[in-house]
């Protein structure tokens, strides 16, 4: 009989918690092209207005986080990276629905997001009622020289 799994417990995270993110966002971005912030780019953006992080953990330990930001009626999902040890066991999801709960509390209608061609979250952001409502051609370089196009996403949140 295997064990139940633990259940994944979401909290408001800060400045604080940027070296787990930083961890977080290493292990989980393809370093091919780029994509993990710095921890100073992630303070600063966090000393903007209407900017909120939210970190999952399991067991105590954090696995996963998700950063956005809202301003007047719109919401952007900027980050959100789950560790490579917990993926399809339901943390991405769970930041995605707070991070969308947390956008209309602060009275958004509208949630944005941009992704890279290619990359497997973009099942989790069709599953949650984003669609398709942009692209930038070869917007991600990869050290290799490859380029792929980033891909805006949209969902109402009326």
Request: one cysteine or more.
């Amino acid at each position: 009989m295997s064990a139940a799994p633990r259940p994944i417990e979401l909290r408001e995270g800060g400045v604080q918690d940027l070296p787990s993110v930083s961890r977080i966002m290493q292990a989980a971005f393809d370093p091919a092209y780029g994509e993990a912030w710095t921890q100073p780019q992630c303070m600063g953006m966090m000393a903007l207005s209407g900017v909120w992080l939210l970190v999952a953990s399991i067991g105590g330990r954090d696995c996963g986080f998700a950063m956005a930001r809202a301003m007047l009626d719109e919401a952007e999902l900027l980050l959100l990276a789950t560790s490579p040890a917990v993926r399809g066991h339901g943390v991405g999801g769970a930041l995605l629905r707070a991070v969308i709960a947390e956008s209309r509390n602060r009275g958004a209608t509208k949630l944005h997001l941009e992704v890279r061609a290619g990359n497997g979250a973009i099942r989790l952001y069709h599953r949650e009622g984003f669609q398709k409502v942009g692209e930038r051609r070869g917007y991600y370089r990869g050290t290799s020289g490859e380029a792929l196009d980033a891909l805006t996403l949209a969902r109402s949140l009326a």
